[in-house]
């Protein structure tokens, strides 16, 4: 049996090929599977493998999601900023101008002239209206089968499995 520095060192190569944006990931469970230790050694340093990896996606989701704040206050301030920039050249009559860097110019906007409905869509005739499609109810029929009904168009499965690792 291969000694724990070897095994430390067959295991880090895995890492290392798990990040391996070009490693196949045919070629890393071979090289696991050619690692010389027990069932249950192996089961331990794929957990730590799984471990490493959760621990990174973590910390990538926390990323994304400091990003997507940030990223929403810098649109708000250059929302305002262009807006302030507008209403001053309205104000001073300056619609239209340029300087060395920029050309600076207010104008309508493209595309259809915006539509707003006045009324209730009960007052609105039915040839302005577009019929939805019928939708499945899940619930309802979840809860029919829970029941003991027998349709014909829907039945309960069998659950699947999954690997806990705590």
């Known amino acids: ?11 880090l190569k895995v890492r290392e090929m798990l990040f391996d944006e070009d490693a ?8 696991l599977d050619c690692i010389d230790c027990l069932f249950e050694e192996k089961a331990d340093n794929y957990a730590k493998i799984l471990q490493c990896i959760n621990d990174d996606i973590s910390g990538i989701k926390n990323e994304m999601e400091r990003l997507k ?3 929403e206050m810098l649109q708000k301030r250059s929302d ?12 001073t009559g300056k619609t239209k101008f340029s300087t ?3 050309t600076f110019s207010i104008r309508k906007n493209g595309g259809l002239e915006p539509l707003k409905i006045d009324a209730d869509i009960k ?3 039915e040839q302005y209206l577009t019929p939805q499609p019928p939708t499945i109810n899940i619930g309802a029929i979840r809860k029919a089968l829970d029941e003991g009904a027998i349709l ?8 699947g499995t999954n690997l806990s690792i705590k």
């Open 152 to 159: 014909h168009f829907a039945h309960i499965e069998e659950r």
């Open 69 to 71: 704040i940030r990223k």
């Open 24 to 31: 196949d990931i045919e070629m890393i469970e071979n090289t």
């Open 80 to 91: 305002r900023l262009k807006q302030k920039l507008k209403t001053s050249m309205e104000i």
């Open 1 to 11: 049996m291969a000694s724990l520095y070897e095994l430390t060192g067959d295991f």
């Open 100 to 102: 060395t860097l920029y």
């Open 123 to 125: 007052d609105i005739p």
